[in-house]
Nanobody, 125 residues
Framework: QLQLVESGGGLVQPGGSLRLSCAAS????????IGWFRQAPGKEREGVSC????????NYADSVKGRFTISRDNAKNTVYLQMNSLKPEDTAVYYC??????????????????WGQGTQVTVSS
C-alpha cells in the first residue's frame, strides 16, 4: 500500500520550533518532489514549501521564508520541514504530498499524486 505519513506536529509556544517528518511506505521518494501544504480552520489549503526530486530546487511561501526549511533524506525515505520562529498564524493541519518525476515543483495541487493524512500544528501561549 502506497502511503505518506506525517509526524512531528504538536502544541508549541510562539517563537518555538517543530520539525515535521513525511515518511513514505510502499514506494521510494527518490523519484518524487515533495510538497508541504497546510490548512487552517475556515481557510483554503495553501502551499508552504516544496522540494524537487533532485533535492536541489526548493520553494517557500512568502509567509514562511526565512523561518521554515525543507530537506530530504532519501536513505530514510523521508522529507522534513523544520519550522522555527513559529507564529500563531502558522496554526493549521500540515500535509505532505508527493509528485512523481518533478525537479521543479510548484504549489499546484494537481501536480501531486499522493497525500498524507496530516498532522496538527498549534502555536499558542
Amino acid at each position: 500500500q502506497l502511503q505518506l505519513v506525517e509526524s512531528g506536529g504538536g502544541l508549541v509556544q510562539p517563537g518555538g520550533s517543530l520539525r515535521l517528518s513525511c515518511a513514505a511506505s510502499g514506494f521510494t521518494l527518490v523519484y518524487y518532489a515533495i510538497g508541504w501544504f497546510r490548512q487552517a480552520p475556515g481557510k483554503e489549503r495553501e502551499g508552504v514549501s516544496c522540494i524537487g526530486s533532485n533535492g536541489v530546487n526548493t520553494n517557500y511561501a512568502d509567509s514562511v521564508k526565512g523561518r521554515f526549511t525543507i530537506s530530504r533524506d532519501n536513505a530514510k525515505n523521508t522529507v522534513y520541514l523544520q519550522m522555527n520562529s513559529l507564529k500563531p498564524e502558522d496554526t493549521a493541519v500540515y500535509y505532505c504530498a508527493a509528485a512523481y518525476g518533478t525537479s521543479w515543483p510548484s504549489f499546484s495541487f494537481y501536480e501531486y499524486d499522493y497525500w498524507g493524512q496530516g498532522t496538527q500544528v498549534t502555536v499558542s501561549s
